[in-house]
T-cell receptor, first 115, second 110 residues
Framework: DTAVSQTPKYLVTQMGNDKSIKCEQN?????MYWYKQDSKKFLKIMFS???????INETVPNRFSPKSPDKAHLNLHINSLELGDSAVYFC??????????????FGEGSRLTVL | GEDVEQSLFLSVREGDSSVINCTYT??????LYWYKQEPGAGLQLLTY?????DMKQDQRLTVLLNKKDKHLSLRIADTQTGDSAIYFC??????????FGAGTRLFVKA
């Protein structure tokens, strides 16, 4: 029944490794996002896809590559992991209604720790 | 660029009212949301206000918007221990970009 699900929930890895986080939503939404939350809880948008098309690409190192195989899935691949990549990564989805309101539905987060 | 600022911490006693304040920089923000994050969980929408409104009441929640000063506040009446969480003010310009800051950690003392 989970609306937005991310895997894995926890990821511990060494510097220099490559890792992926997967996200799936069963809400039928057209738009999906990746947000990064740092240790001070600051939440920053990274990417957004609308119907598999990249529409938001914030200033993120190109070691981060999102991929959307279909509108229900948005994965995040990170190459050459660095210590500063340690954070909680949240996937979210939304569907803007006729009233213009586009509530974000968040997954539970994936905590990445780079050693 | 867009920015959102909130006080990092707020501590209240159970039964008191809590007021969480927020200032934002993007004057084109059309919708202004409040999200709640409980420990170890994702964010959930609490309430929102449209930019042409000054106030919105939703049960124990009251949202006030001063568009001229780009100031938003969330008042929680009769605060309960279950309200302890991080609260995020999140303006949206009407497109796909919702901006968050670091949130306000609300501690409710029994």
């Amino acid at each position: 029944d989970t609306a937005v699900s991310q895997t894995p929930k926890y990821l511990v890895t060494q510097m220099g490794n490559d890792k992926s986080i997967k996200c799936e939503q069963n809400l039928g939404h057209d738009t999906m996002y990746w947000y990064k939350q740092d240790s001070k809880k600051f939440l920053k948008i990274m990417f957004s896809y609308n119907n598999k098309e990249l529409i938001i690409n914030e200033t993120v190192p190109n070691r981060f590559s999102p991929k959307s195989p279909d509108k229900a899935h948005l994965n995040l691949h990170i190459n050459s992991l660095e210590l500063g990549d340690s954070a909680v990564y949240f996937c979210a989805s939304s569907q803007v209604g006729t009233d213009g309101v586009g509530e974000l539905f968040f997954g539970e987060g994936s905590r990445l720790t780079v050693l | 660029g867009e920015d959102v600022e909130q006080s990092l911490f707020l501590s209240v006693r159970e039964g008191d009212s809590s007021v969480i304040n927020c200032t934002y920089t993007d004057s084109s923000s059309t919708y202004l949301y409040w999200y709640k994050q409980e420990p170890g969980a994702g964010l959930q929408l609490l309430t929102y206000i449209f930019s042409n409104m000054d106030m919105k009441q939703d049960q124990r929640l009251t949202v006030l918007l001063n568009k001229k000063d780009k100031h938003l506040s969330l008042r929680i009446a009769d605060t309960q221990t279950g309200d302890s969480a991080i609260y995020f003010c999140a303006p949206n310009t009407g497109g796909f970009k919702t901006i968050f800051g670091a949130g306000t950690r609300l501690f409710v003392k029994a």
